[in-house]
């Protein structure tokens, strides 16, 4: 139903639609409108909300037992199992928690003070003011869940996060088929989150670890190793390549609907492939690849999938993936690592004294913001786009070009090849500029 047409709304239907639409934009937050000052009553944030076609969807809420409480980490309460359901409040009293969390879109830079916030956007298209949320001192990440993915690369551990300082669900996908042996015998630490294997209640019983994932070895209706709670100290393995590791960026265009606007699809498949490829050791024998993909929802750069939409549409119109996040208002790059970076500690990498990572990027602010977390970079490795190498398709290739999702083949195109050189030339990313000569007919 068309906002303006709700019986519910009453009276504020003489709210102009402008401010109305402004509003529908956000989701689960009371926000100030910055015009007229005034603030708006929460029986119109929650008409609003209730009859926009921006409500929530339930497909991306977690489920959870009722009992999470009690079933996580350091709550020794009695949890007994019964049916998931969401974790999500119902909508009604969402709003009336006046929470705010800093894992939406941020706000952008118009309604800060910044010397790009652009003049010329239309007030329909910038944010309302948006109360800025204290973050917690200290983050802390919880590895909620663990399972195995049999991928076209190899089987990988995915890992789902939660943490206090968004109410997004981060992921890591832990490449380390070495733990897949039920001997225990491994040649590099085994890649395991600290959190997962921890003891979290008293009365956990066994089949509840193995439920969220902590066992060892391979879980089968023969198999079932409870993993043991992690004991302190750091496990060096000398002569072994530091794990390698990457921080991606959520693209639902690039990875789910196979968008030739950006790599980021490729660059998925890529980083799942080569950190499962067999790492050289010593005496020229090699080891199973070794490493994480810590998957973080910060789509579109950190502005959100609506406002990277409209990025889009400000591309089509002549701006760079830079400038048109600078016109709607946001910075070039919204992204944080601190979540990251809790999440490798978590996993047991990256610290001072252990083996240190090798960091899968040309982005230079990935490299620097980890290290600013405290985390050892003991090498960057290059991810050069497909399309830029010069290496002809393989004939007969069972991967289709231009497919970007995991299992596909190179991606291309006239959009593509603009944003990369955008991502070369205005941002910095440390990739030497493809030459036209070298082309994939090469
Ligand atoms: N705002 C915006 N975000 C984009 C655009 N194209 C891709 N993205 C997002 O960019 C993120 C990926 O970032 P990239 O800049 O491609 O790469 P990076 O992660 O900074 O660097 P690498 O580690 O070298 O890949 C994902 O969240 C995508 O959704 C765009 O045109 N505009």
Redesign the pocket.
């Known amino acids: 139903m068309a906002l303006t047409e709700s019986p519910m709304l009453g009276s504020h239907l003489s709210e102009p639609p402008s401010l109305l639409d402004a509003f529908c934009t956000q989701r689960g937050k009371r926000r100030h409108i910055p015009r007229r000052d005034a603030f708006i009553d929460p029986l119109l944030i929650a008409t609003v909300f209730a009859t926009g076609p921006q409500t929530h969807h339930h497909a991306g809420h977690a489920l959870y037992s009722p009992d999470i409480a009690k079933y996580s980490p350091g709550n020794s309460a009695q949890h007994k199992p019964c049916p998931y359901v969401s974790r999500q409040a119902p909508r009604s009293s969402r709003l009336q928690k006046h929470e705010t969390t800093q894992d939406e879109e941020p706000a952008p830079l118009t309604s800060r003070p910044h010397p790009a916030a652009p003049a010329l956007v239309p007030e329909t298209l910038v944010h309302p003011f948006v109360e800025q949320p204290r973050a917690p001192t200290t983050v802390t990440v919880t590895c909620m869940a663990r399972t195995r993915i049999p991928t076209v690369h190899g089987t990988v551990f995915l890992h789902l996060y939660h943490n206090n300082r968004d109410n997004k669900e981060h992921l890591a996908i832990v490449i380390d088929p070495a733990q897949l042996s039920n001997d225990g015998q491994y040649s590099a630490p085994p890649i395991r989150s600290h959190s997962l294997d921890s003891v979290w209640t008293e009365s956990e019983t066994a089949e509840e670890r193995l439920i969220r994932g902590a066992y060892v070895g391979t879980l089968t209706h023969e198999s079932r190793q409870p993993s043991q709670p992690p004991t302190n100290g750091t496990v060096l393995a000398p002569h072994v390549p530091a794990p390698l590791i990457?921080?991606?960026?959520?693209?639902f265009?690039?990875e789910t609907i196979g968008s030739m606007?950006?790599?980021?699809g490729e660059?998925l498949d890529e980083a799942i492939r080569v950190i499962s490829q067999p790492v050289p050791v010593a005496s020229s024998r090699s080891i199973p690849g070794r490493g994480v993909i810590v998957y973080m929802r910060?789509?579109?750069?950190g502005?959100g999938l609506l406002?990277?939409i409209r990025?889009?549409n400000l591309?089509d119109l002549g701006h760079d993936?830079v400038s048109?996040?600078l016109k709607l208002g946001y910075k070039a790059?919204e992204r944080g690592y601190e979540l990251a970076a809790a999440i490798l500690r978590d996993l047991g990498l990256g610290s001072e004294q252990g083996e240190g990572v090798r960091l899968?990027?040309?982005?230079p602010?990935?490299v620097a913001a980890l290290e600013r977390e405290g985390l050892r970079v003991v090498e960057r490795v290059p991810?050069v786009p497909r399309s830029w190498r010069c290496r002809p398709i393989k004939e007969n290739s069972q991967r289709l070009l231009g497919v970007t999702m995991v299992g596909g083949d190179v991606v291309g195109g006239e959009d593509l090849d603009k944003?990369l050189r955008t991502?070369v030339l205005r941002?910095g990313?440390m990739l030497p500029l493809h030459s036209p000569d070298h082309s994939l007919a090469n």
């Open positions: 990457r921080i991606h960026s959520e693209c265009t690039g606007r950006c790599d980021c660059q910060q789509e579109g750069r502005i406002s990277k990025a889009y591309q993936t048109a996040n790059d899968l990027t040309n982005n602010d990935k991810m944003y991502k941002m990313h």
